[in-house]
């Protein structure tokens, strides 16, 4: 396991032409038709927050690239994904095919790993104690990367990238959907380049999942209410979806507050 500490940064106008990599701000780019959520409290558009690629596993049994595209419901705390290929929805969402429409930034900015710490390699440098027994060791290992969740200010970092074998950082309770979903990305609301409803001070975490499905499998279309009724799915061997979760962050050495 590890982490995988991100910042952002504006990108030069020969970064942001190059439109298929993850990128928050900008207009996104569809692998197939377009699918732009639609808020279900205004009938609008849903403003675009970002895409972010989730690479195929390397050792060939899931070897295809997907894009995650994340909207926000307006400031109401609720978020919508998109995944393609395969264009599954966050259920209960109807969908327009715009293949542009508001965003929450406009110039488009770039995430930049920072920082991992592999907790197999923080254990192999964790320094022998004599007679220390292994709960103690485990103790120890768990202080150790504790530390390095924080910044050079005592800041817990919880901006990450997701990946093969990256975990979030939880201060309350772990919000993962469930076994076998993968982190796409962890957002802290505070170093956002946009205004972001996750909770007071809250951090959003994306996760996606693949799933072997039948083609007698059930997805949601939209019946005119934004609710969405149960359609037949198109006959596909997998499918992918994702996840998202706001949640408020208590005072643990975080930012701005007293």
């Not at 715009?98 to 110039?107: C, E, I, K, N, Q």
């Not at 800041?155 to 309770?173: A, K, N």
């Not at 993962?176 to 951090?203: C, K, R, Y």
């Amino acid at each position: 396991m590890r982490y995988r500490f991100t910042s952002y940064y504006p990108a030069s106008d020969g970064e942001a032409a190059v439109t298929d990599g993850t990128r928050l701000g900008g207009q996104p780019h569809w692998l197939e038709e377009p699918q732009w959520p639609v808020d279900p409290y205004e009938n609008e558009l849903a403003p675009f927050m970002g895409q972010f690629r989730v690479e195929g596993r390397t050792d060939g049994s899931e070897n295809e690239d997907l894009m995650v595209y994340l909207f926000a419901i307006g400031m109401s705390g609720e978020h919508a994904t998109v995944v393609q290929p395969g264009g599954h929805v966050t259920d209960s969402f109807e969908t327009r095919a715009s293949a542009t429409g508001p965003v929450d930034l406009d110039r488009v900015h770039l995430l930049r790993v920072v920082e991992e710490v592999d907790f197999a390699q923080a254990e192999r440098e964790l320094e022998p104690v004599e007679d220390e027994d292994e709960y103690d060791r485990a103790y120890r290992l768990e202080q150790l990367l504790e530390e390095r969740q924080k910044d050079s200010e005592g800041s817990i970092r919880m901006t990450q990238l997701g990946g093969p074998d990256v975990v979030p950082i939880w201060l309350q309770r772990d919000e993962l959907p469930g076994e076998g979903w993968q982190l796409v990305a962890q957002l802290d609301s505070i170093h956002l380049p946009f205004a972001v409803n996750f909770g007071d001070t809250g951090v959003g975490t994306c996760s996606s999942h693949r799933t072997t499905r039948t083609p007698s499998s059930s997805s949601r279309a939209a019946d005119g209410t934004g609710h969405g009724t149960p359609q037949p799915q198109r006959a596909s061997s997998r499918s992918y979806s994702a996840w998202v979760t706001g949640r408020t962050v208590p005072w643990r050495g975080r930012p701005g507050m007293a």
